[in-house]
């Protein structure tokens, strides 16, 4: 009976062979004799028959050939390409991270705001080595999304190997349901407003991202900031719809070029809210694919500065075709070209200001970890620190000196602000609390610090915004963004004087 299986396979692929059209110098025909020569050893002479069956055989071999193709091409069953369609969708169960192959290496290419992964410290550029006990090399993207992948409330170890670790760490995260907002806003000093822009997908992105355009010009607003880094990407004719806010109406945002006819296409800017004043984008190299094609456009036009970080370089088409038992093929079919016709793979798009993201020593990143800065403020408030009190925070700048002298300094008696007590105070709990603490270590990481701390407590005083807000501000990048505004309206008001 398995050989009859055999050979009716065989004689399935013999059949085919006529559609297939293949050139008369590549003898697809003298070239499939191997294959159907191994099908028909394999099934009869390997030792685990549960593992010859015809259908996991001809899967296998689909998947092989698809993956000598690049690291974006994959063959998925029927389970891998349902998840493939569900990723459109918004909200999915699994940890929250988007993953890519870089290098040959399964990578983090961002993690999603507000999920498991992003709470626990996962950041883009992590390389994942396991899932659980399993290794990931050669793993293709859409197997290990699928192990990623499960019921919520249950856990899934990926183990994670960092520049600057001394060794691969281990990240234990429950499964959650994964709500995503992709679109954020907020303000920033000198009344510059902000949107964060997580991914181009869902129904109403881009209405989203047009009201928060819009309402910055109600507002007048001195600048815009539209914050891509960590963004991977989504679907194409979403970046050209938040693309026509900023290019005028007819300008073109993004090509594609491929060896089918209907897989080069250009896409026009429809016209939107056309945002004229200054603008900034915030690019890093977890900024993928929709993105870079936003970027790109929106550097050939001239009509913002970059800031940040090369963009990752994700810049191919992948078309989904369904095959006849539900299965599926993710084939790259084409590339993206910005307006000037720079090739966006494997390149990405080079800023125009650069500014290198802050890299968090080794034991700020173990006060994340144990979750130091909320333990340590949730204990100050409960104890009534001066400097937490909502009383005090409201009556004081936060530069504005306490009516205590400074224990450090009774020399010179100089006045101790509420941002130096509330350092001292967790210096002095830091010692207690945190794993294999270094007070010389703790001076050097005093900014970032102090923004933890100061992020924490607004959170706890004033709510999720506020907290949002007074990250987004302690943030070097945000500084370099606000300067680059301050420099463009400088520029504008000079060209209307002349």
Same mark, same amino acid.
């Given at each position: ?129 396991? $899932? ?25 170890? $990926? ?19 994964? %709500? ?139 078309? $989904?075709?369904?095959?006849?038992? %539900? ?16 090739? $966006? ?154």
């Amino acid at each position: 009976m398995r050989r009859t299986t055999t050979l009716s396979l065989a004689l399935a692929l013999a059949l085919l062979l006529p559609a297939l059209k293949a050139p008369a110098k590549d003898d697809l025909y003298e070239q499939l004799k191997p294959l159907m020569e191994s099908l028909s050893l394999i099934q009869s002479n390997y030792v685990d028959v549960d593992k010859t069956a015809s259908k996991e055989l001809v899967g296998n071999a689909i998947k092989g050939m698809v993956q000598g193709l690049d690291p974006y091409s994959q063959y998925m069953d029927a389970q891998s390409n349902k998840d493939m369609k569900e990723e459109t969708t918004g909200e999915f169960g699994g940890i929250g991270i988007e993953i890519d192959i870089k290098g040959g290496q399964l990578t983090v290419v961002s993690p999603i705001e507000g999920t498991p992964a992003a709470k626990a410290g996962i950041k883009s550029g992590d390389a994942i080595l396991k $899932i659980d006990s399993l290794s990931t090399e050669g793993l293709a993207i859409m197997d290990a999304v699928h192990k990623m992948r499960g019921i919520k409330g249950t856990n899934v170890t $990926i183990t994670i190997g960092r520049e600057g670790l001394k060794a691969p760490k281990e990240f234990t995260l429950t499964r959650d349901t994964i %709500h995503i907002q992709n679109v954020k806003t907020s303000w920033l000093d000198g009344n510059v407003a902000y949107i964060r822009l997580s991914q181009f997908m869902g129904d109403t992105v881009d209405e989203e991202f047009a009201k928060g355009v819009a309402e910055a010009k109600r507002r007048k607003a001195a600048g815009l900031v539209v914050d891509l880094r960590n963004n991977p990407g989504g679907l194409l004719d979403m970046a050209a719809r938040i693309a026509s806010n900023f290019v005028p109406k007819g300008g073109l945002i993004v090509y594609t070029d491929g060896r089918i006819k209907s897989q080069n296409k250009k896409f026009f800017s429809q016209g939107g809210e056309d945002w004229k004043g200054p603008l900034v984008l915030l690019v890093n190299g977890g900024s993928a694919s929709a993105s870079e094609i936003l970027s790109g456009a929106i550097q050939d036009h001239g009509l913002g500065v970059l800031v940040g970080t090369r963009t990752f370089g994700k810049g191919s088409v992948q078309t $989904i075709i369904e095959l006849s038992d %539900h299965s599926g093929l993710r084939l790259t079919t084409a590339g993206y070209f910005t307006p000037k016709g720079r090739k $966006i793979h494997g390149k990405g798009i080079e800023p125009d200001v650069v500014c290198e993201e802050e890299v968090f020593s080794s034991q700020v990143e173990e006060m994340l970890a144990e979750d130091a800065f909320s333990a340590f403020t949730k204990q100050s408030i409960a104890n009534g620190a001066a400097w937490a009190s909502t009383a005090t925070a409201e009556a004081l700048p936060e530069d504005s000196p306490e009516v205590k002298v400074s224990e450090n300094n009774w020399e010179h008696l100089k006045p101790e602000t509420r941002e130096q007590k509330m350092l001292k105070d967790y210096l002095r709990w830091a010692e207690a609390h945190v794993k294999d603490f270094r007070e010389e270590q703790f001076w050097a990481d005093k900014a970032r610090i102090t923004t933890e701390l100061k992020r924490e407590l607004a959170r706890r005083q004033k709510g999720d915004d506020e907290a949002r807000r007074v990250e987004l501000m302690g943030d070097p990048q945000i500084q370099q963004a606000l300067a680059v505004v301050k420099v463009q309206n400088l520029g504008r008001a000079r060209a209307a004087k002349d």
